[in-house]
């Protein structure tokens, strides 16, 4: 699929990996809406890029709050062709705490929610208005993409309940991609490693040398340029689907 033309909603595109998304959209002549609930940094990013990206105060958990953002952003551009889900939040949490004290079950049922039923919550309603786009000269009417992480496969100590909840991103890709085929759309999902983030930001510059240490080649963290170029390549190649993307420098977690 082009991106030039095309509609993208962007997840988390306020910052981080879906804001450099929401950048190579913009780039390379694509439109998009921002759904996100940082409110001043959407609003801010969306002015910076012009008329081509608008943002939508958007809670991904909530029906009402995602179908909104969905028809304005068909109000706004006429079509959604892509999805991209980077909305997620990765608190770390031991199962059971030093004193004791098991994890609150709401604590996991707010990662899950996010990052798994969030991401199905943008993709059912984006696929609604994929389905009913011109297809293109391959068939093709729209791109899923979705956000996983290393943590899928080598969770660390203390992220039971955010491993789960990527786990379950990836579990999602194969039988979306299976669905969506008669529709001509297709579905995959980038699993990243350790990318320079607001919340990698935040860490002591001592704490982030070491991250990037860690990183077999290249030796450092990831860019979120580098995440939005493999997005972009995922929406041009038409034979990549139902595929989980490592994007990690060859990155395997230890257990802590």
């Known amino acids: 699929m082009e991106i030039r033309n095309s509609v993208a909603v962007i997840t988390g595109g306020a910052s981080g990996l879906g804001e450099a998304m929401v950048r190579e959209m ?8 921002i759904l996100d609930l940082d409110v001043e940094k959407g609003e801010k990013l969306s002015r910076e890029l012009g008329g081509a990206i608008i943002f939508c105060k958007t809670d991904v958990t909530a029906e009402t709050s995602v179908q909104k953002s969905i028809d304005n952003t068909v109000k706004a551009f006429g079509a959604i062709h892509i999805a991209v889900n980077c ?4 608190t770390p949490k031991k199962v059971i705490d030093k004193e004791g004290n098991p994890m609150p079950i709401d604590f ?20 609604i208005q994929m389905v009913r786009n011109t297809p293109n000269y391959d068939g093709e009417k729209g791109v899923v993409i979705n956000v996983a992480s290393v943590a899928a496969f080598e969770g660390q100590i203390g992220q039971a309940a955010y491993s789960a909840s990527k ?4 579990g ?14 297709r579905c995959n999902t980038i699993a990243p490693g350790i990318f320079r983030t ?3 930001d935040g860490l002591p510059e001592k ?10 080649f290249p030796k450092r963290m ?3 340029s580098e995440f939005a170029m493999l997005a972009r390549q995922i929406i041009e190649n038409p034979m990549i689907n139902g595929e989980t993307i490592r994007l990690d420098a060859a990155l395997r977690m230890p257990a802590k």
């Open 167 to 170: 786990a379950g991103v990836v």
């Open 222 to 224: 990831g860019k979120p």
């Open 26 to 33: 913009a780039a390379k002549g694509g439109m998009a809406a």
């Open 87 to 90: 909305a997620g939040i990765g």
């Open 172 to 185: 999602l890709t194969l039988p979306l991609a299976r669905e969506f085929a008669d529709n001509g759309i």
């Open 207 to 216: 704490a982030q040398d070491a991250l990037g240490k860690m990183m077999p």
């Open 198 to 200: 607001p919340l990698v």
């Open 108 to 127: 996991f049922t707010q990662l899950i929610q996010i990052n798994l039923v969030g991401t199905m919550n943008v993709i059912r309603l984006s696929a």
